[in-house]
């Protein structure tokens, strides 16, 4: 029987525009980059994925590598769009992601025409759905024309299998240059996809937030918990189960002295607010208005639960911010 989703589930989050569109995002998504794919139980996968839209999460963002394998992250997504949320799909803000590496092939990586999209046909037929609602171009090629790559996500839109299109990890001079592209073919740019955290504090740095502010894009933000680095499942050792312990992308050495004492001290400053790390890191990235949605991911329902509990918290003082300021950047 298909999922019936809670009644209530518009009920509890503040939406938010992204940019100067008329899209409105949750201000958690939920990404399907890590344990979605075919080592982990599909009914675990499926748990997760309804319990976030019972939330309010609308937003579910993919990339034609999320797996493993690659490719396996969305056709699970696309088994629990048919079997539980078909009725629902006018209610989903569904993106994917072409450009990085997927296979040895020259056309499985970079930003061409024929790379982006291919992949984006393929995703389609994993997710079964025939428009996703953001396409993203997931790196900047600088091998490629950025006239090809902007061209490749114009036709997207202009073939109805697009709404908006999106950039990811493109620093700020590229992403100017797309913007301006995109604007001129009539396809504004929607959003940029950066990482950005406590413990990553680029898109201050080097321009990206002013940017997305002058030009009007939203940024959906990833990895706002580091990877689970910026919660309390670390201060103590590397659980079992835990990311740190069985991905590619997060190695146990990065929990060393120096990562326990900067985690210990934000901890303490969560904890004088009476919340957890992880809601004090999830609040942190929020605080900013160019940031539109915070892309999260989770293991469990709990995690998500409990992440969600960081809108409950008053705003984050000055003095609190100076604070977080002096552990947080390195
Ligand atoms: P997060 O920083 O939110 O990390 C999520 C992980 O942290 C969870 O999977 C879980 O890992 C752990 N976690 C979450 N909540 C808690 C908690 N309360 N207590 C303890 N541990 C917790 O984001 P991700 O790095 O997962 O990235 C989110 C999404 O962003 C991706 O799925 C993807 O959609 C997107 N992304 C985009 C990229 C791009 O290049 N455009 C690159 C990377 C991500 P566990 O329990 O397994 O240890």
Redesign the pocket.
């Given at each position: 029987m298909s999922h019936v989703p809670a009644a209530d589930r518009y009920d509890k989050l503040q939406y938010r525009r992204a940019g100067a569109s008329g899209l409105d995002l949750p201000p958690f998504s939920f990404?399907?980059?890590?344990?979605f794919g075919t080592d982990h139980p599909y009914d675990t996968q499926r748990e997760i994925l309804l319990h976030a839209f019972d939330l309010g999460i609308t937003h579910f963002?993919?990339?034609d590598r999320y797996g493993p394998p690659h490719r396996a992250a969305q056709q699970v997504f696309g088994q629990v769009l048919k079997r539980d949320l078909a009725a629902y799909r006018d209610e989903l803000i569904l993106s994917t992601?072409a450009g990085n590496p997927i296979g040895p092939s020259p056309y499985l990586k970079g930003g061409s025409r024929k790379s982006l999209l291919t992949s984006l046909d393929n995703s389609l037929r994993d997710l079964g759905t025939d428009h996703v609602d953001i396409f993203y171009s997931?790196?900047h090629d600088p091998t490629t024309s950025l006239e090809e790559t902007v061209g490749a996500l114009v036709s997207a839109v202009q073939q109805g299998k697009a709404l908006y299109v999106g950039i990811?990890?493109y620093t700020p001079e590229p992403a100017a240059e797309v913007a301006a592209l995109l604007r001129r073919a009539g396809v504004p740019l929607l959003a940029h996809?950066p990482?950005y955290?406590i413990f990553d504090r680029r898109p201050e740095r080097d321009g990206l937030l002013k940017l997305a502010a002058d030009q009007g894009f939203g940024l959906v933000v990833?990895?706002?918990?580091?990877?689970?680095l910026l919660?309390?499942?670390y201060l103590d050792g590397v659980p079992a189960?835990?990311?740190?312990q069985n991905s590619a992308f997060l190695k146990p050495d990065v929990i060393d002295d120096t990562y326990r004492q900067r985690a210990a001290a934000l901890n303490k400053i969560a904890a004088d607010r009476g919340q957890?790390l992880?809601q004090l890191a999830l609040q942190w990235v929020l605080r900013r208005p160019e940031v539109t949605t915070a892309?999260?991911?989770?293991?469990?329902t709990w995690?998500l639960d409990?992440?969600l509990k960081a809108l409950d918290f008053p705003p984050l003082t000055a003095d609190e911010l100076s604070l977080i300021d002096e552990h947080g950047v390195h």
């Open positions: 990404g399907l980059w890590q344990k963002d993919n990339a992601k997931h790196r990811s990890n996809q990482r955290s990833y990895s706002p918990l580091a990877q689970g919660t309390d499942k189960g835990a990311r740190a957890s992880a892309l999260i991911g989770a293991s469990s995690q409990h992440n």
